[in-house]
């Protein structure tokens, strides 16, 4: 009699297993999802979309033009590091023959209006600032474009308008052909792919 009442007020040992697995379950999906918040709250992220891609090449003058329109619609303001045509990284301002054809130098303008002009090729882009020679418009606004002094700050929401003035490995024997265009962020690398453009 003692035996049948203890066996029917206790738990057997298939129900005790899967009391113990469904705890072990919730207990592992609870820190999992802690991690998981942890986690996603304190990692960067960022959003670049590029657009209006071009790379030019003048066969009269030699100059070579590329050019590109980085958008910010991350939430989170982002550095570019670098930027290289065809693996050939565009130095900032390298003048060493000031207003010369052979100068590599980058220009840029950030603006928070949307742009939907296409990027034109342009002659007159000097290597040092001068409102009148670096002035371009596009569409119907006019944009003062800066020499790039070192890396660039694209703050969360706004556009970044760049033209790269003789990036490395451009030349004659290039028009018609597909070149690549690398950004480089602190986060990621970003590629485009453009055919060079002949103008004359």
Avoid at 55 to 67: E, F, I, M, Q
Avoid at 135 to 152: C, E, K, R, S, W
Wanted: net charge negative; with cysteine; glycine share 6%.
């Amino acid at each position: 009699m003692r035996r049948l009442l203890k066996n029917r007020l206790a738990l057997s040992t298939v129900v005790t297993t899967l009391i113990i697995l469904v705890v072990s379950v919730l207990l592992a999906g609870v820190v999992t999802y802690f991690a998981i918040n942890v986690t996603s709250t304190r990692v960067q992220e960022e959003s670049v979309h590029i657009t209006k891609h071009h790379v030019w090449h003048n066969s009269s003058s030699g100059v070579s033009l590329a050019s590109l329109l980085v958008i910010n619609t991350g939430g989170r303001d982002i550095v570019l590091d670098k930027i290289s045509v065809r693996g050939q990284v565009c130095p900032w301002n390298d003048t060493g023959n000031t207003g010369a054809s052979t100068d590599k130098f980058v220009l840029y303008v950030t603006t928070n209006n949307p742009v939907s002009a296409d990027l034109e090729f342009t002659q007159v882009f000097k290597s040092t600032y001068n409102s009148t020679q670096n002035q371009l418009t596009i569409g119907d606004t006019a944009y003062n474009f800066t020499v790039a002094p070192d890396d660039l700050v694209l703050g969360s929401g706004y556009s970044m308008i760049i033209y790269m003035v003789n990036p490395d490995s451009i030349s004659i024997n290039d028009i018609g052909l597909t070149v690549s265009i690398e950004l480089f962020t602190a986060q990621a690398m970003y590629y485009r792919e453009a055919n060079v453009q002949a103008k004359s």
